[in-house]
């Protein structure tokens, strides 16, 4: 079992910055790839960005390369993702989660992750 908590959403003008932080606890978390998702309303939920248990592969959504970082802390259990440049478009509920099966790098599909955060909301007003 893997309990997920993210942290850090909020409501930020165009052109801001918010910086998501997902604490995991659990499981050893070094041995685990990360991702984040996001949904927005009507929509479905999409990768935002993926990173390897030790870091050294990560992904970026097309929508987000150059402007979203994901990075992991393994002494901390936790992964973070700092979005900067916001856009309101980037509006959504974002969820952090664990793919504990796939020790090749980062999928992308969510159905990959077996575990999940219960999300926190990311506002960006025009």
């Known amino acids: 079992q893997v309990q997920l908590v993210e942290s850090g959403g909020g409501l930020v003008q165009t052109g801001g910055s918010l910086r998501l932080s997902c604490a995991a606890s659990?499981?050893?978390?070094?041995?685990?790839?990360m991702g984040w998702f996001r949904q927005a309303p009507g929509k479905e939920r999409e990768f935002v960005s993926g990173?390897?248990?030790?870091?050294?592969?990560?992904y970026y959504a097309d929508s987000v390369k150059g402007r979203f970082t994901i990075s992991r802390d393994n002494a901390k259990n936790t992964v973070y993702l700092q979005m900067n440049s916001l856009k309101p478009e980037d509006a959504a509920v974002y969820y952090c989660?664990?793919?504990?099966?796939?020790?090749?790098?980062?999928?992308?599909?969510?159905?990959?992750?077996?575990?999940w955060g219960q999300g926190t909301q990311v506002t960006v007003s025009s």
């Open positions: 659990g499981r050893t978390f070094s041995s685990y790839a």
């Open positions: 990173i390897s248990r030790g870091g050294g592969v990560i």
């Open positions: 989660a664990a793919d504990l099966n796939y020790s090749g790098g980062v999928r992308r599909q969510a159905a990959s992750y077996e575990y």
